[in-house]
């Protein structure tokens, strides 16, 4: 079975550190990655997502997130975070065919102090 | 505007009683979703279903059950039988159409408390 590890469960920065999160997938074949993210007190919401091509995909925000197939990891980046990027973070992969039935990891709890 | 309701955002309920949670979407979407959130699991599937009259077991479906007797309608009901009914449930939609987007739109979810 597939299954997604996220390896911070909290995170704590001051405005401009740069930020990378941890993920790593189980799965062997093609997959789908995506990092969403849950502001406090919104909807969960597509930050970033790989399918093929180029393994360094940007999303919104200024966020990126480097597909590193022979790691199994699927990184989320930020060189400097802002107070507003405080949030919880999620990797979640899909396998082709899957019907959008995402796999999530734990999730990352970030908090940014100004 | 476009989007998924979910209705009760709170709710208690004491042990032994069966709870529905609503989820109706407006986005014409083909496939929905139940999620339970808990602090520090992450999101686990309870149940989906790619089109109407049609629904599928997720990996935690023990002690749930739903319906979808129509496209925008996915009522998810938590019966006697979970052990752990607690924990933060939240429902989602995506435009499958034969493709896979992984775009999963999200309610604002429902928060449940067995007292």
């Known amino acids: 079975a597939q299954s997604v590890s996220q390896h911070n469960h909290h995170v704590i920065l001051s405005e401009a550190a740069s930020l990378e999160l941890g993920c790593n997938y189980s799965?062997?074949?093609?997959?789908?990655l995506f990092w969403y993210v849950q502001y406090p007190g919104q909807h969960l919401q597509l930050l970033l997502k790989?399918?093929?091509?180029?393994?360094l995909v940007k999303g919104i925000k200024g966020f990126e997130a480097e597909f590193i197939k022979s790691k199994f990891s699927f990184n989320l980046r930020k060189p400097s975070v802002q107070w507003s990027d405080t949030a919880e973070y999620f990797c979640?992969?899909?396998?082709?065919?899957?019907?959008?039935?995402?796999?999530f990891g734990a999730g990352t709890r970030l908090a940014v102090h100004p | 505007d476009g989007g998924i309701t979910q209705s009760p955002k709170y709710l208690f309920r004491k042990e032994g009683q069966n709870v529905t949670l609503s989820c109706e979407q407006n986005?014409?979407?083909?496939?929905m979703y139940w999620y339970r959130q808990d602090p520090g699991q992450g999101l686990r599937l309870i149940y989906y279903?790619?089109?109407?009259?049609?629904?599928q077991k997720g990996d935690i479906a023990e002690g749930y059950s739903v319906s979808r007797e129509k496209k925008e309608s996915f009522p998810l009901t938590v019966t006697s039988a979970q052990k752990n009914p607690t924990a933060f449930y939240l429902c989602?939609?995506?435009?499958?159409?034969?493709?896979?987007?992984?775009?999963?739109?999200f309610g604002e979810g429902s928060r449940l408390t067995v007292l």
């Open positions: 979640a992969v899909n396998a082709p065919g899957g019907y959008n039935k995402l796999i």
């Open positions: 279903s790619q089109i109407v009259n049609d629904f």
């Open positions: 989602a939609s995506s435009d499958v159409q034969g493709r896979d987007t992984g775009e999963l739109f």
């Open positions: 986005l014409n979407h083909d496939a």
């Open positions: 799965y062997g074949g093609t997959v789908n």
């Open positions: 790989y399918f093929s091509g180029d393994p």
